[in-house]
């Protein structure tokens, strides 16, 4: 059983993969050694090989018998697994978090949408749009996380690395798309507002269907 420093290190090479990756530091489908993988993380061979298999057991890597490491590819096998997740953990987090949720809750959400909407309305600015991408991913956290389950929390989180790298703009919301994705949110919480959950059930999945057709637009 690794000692806790040692899972410090290897949690640390870890995020720093992802990081890389999501930057494109790292590209889809690139073959690449551990030693390549020191440099590109900064992380000791040690922690790289405690990492490996939990990027492989994640589908991030896998290995490929005398070439190395190859990252995974961007393929429509990934766009339709991934999408396909997403309407099954979020369908159910979003049931979940209708029920659950204390009013308080749901009405400052409203609230941080409905200012950020009106706002990107009058236009989008850098700044904007920087705080629409993380509004964006912290209620899809929100919400997964509501449900208490730290294993679905974990493949949420994984999946939705696989979802940014589906498109490259995935990793940064696109100006033109801030007020209809915030739009597409904010029927999921007026439904939440109402208490209505299959009413939100129905939103979030029109919602991910819409991310879904942008990704595959590209």
């Known amino acids: 059983m690794g000692k806790p420093a040692d899972n410090r290190a290897r949690d640390h090479a870890y995020s720093s ?3 890389k990756l ?14 390549e993988l020191m440099e590109l993380t900064g992380m ?3 922690a790289i090989r405690e990492m490996i298999p939990r990027l492989e057991a994640d589908g991030l890597i896998e290995t490929v018998p005398r ?11 990934l766009v339709r697994d991934a999408f396909q997740l997403r309407h099954i953990i979020e369908g159910e987090a979003i049931a979940v978090f209708c029920a659950r949720a204390t009013d308080a809750d749901i009405t400052a ?6 200012d950020i ?5 009058d236009g989008v600015t850098p700044a904007l749009l920087e705080q629409a991408q993380r509004m964006d991913w912290a209620f899809h956290d929100q919400v997964v996380d509501a449900m ?9 989180r994984v ?26 949110h904010l029927d999921v919480i007026d439904a939440l507002t109402a208490r209505d959950a299959p009413r939100a059930v129905a939103a979030m999945h029109a919602h991910i269907d819409s991310a879904k057709r942008r990704a595959l637009a590209l």
């Open 117 to 121: 909407r009106d706002r990107a309305k």
């Open 17 to 19: 993969f992802t990081t």
């Open 109 to 114: 959400i409203a609230a941080a949408h409905r």
């Open 67 to 77: 070439r190395g490491l190859k990252v995974l590819s961007i393929d429509l096998d």
């Open 159 to 184: 999946n939705a690395i696989k979802i940014r790298l589906i498109r490259n703009s995935s990793t940064r919301m696109l100006p033109e798309l801030a007020v209809p994705v915030l739009a597409e």
């Open 148 to 156: 208490g389950n730290r294993i679905i929390s974990d493949i949420h």
């Open 22 to 35: 999501l930057a494109h530091d790292i590209e889809p489908g690139q073959i690449v050694s551990q030693r």
């Open 44 to 46: 000791p061979l040690g």
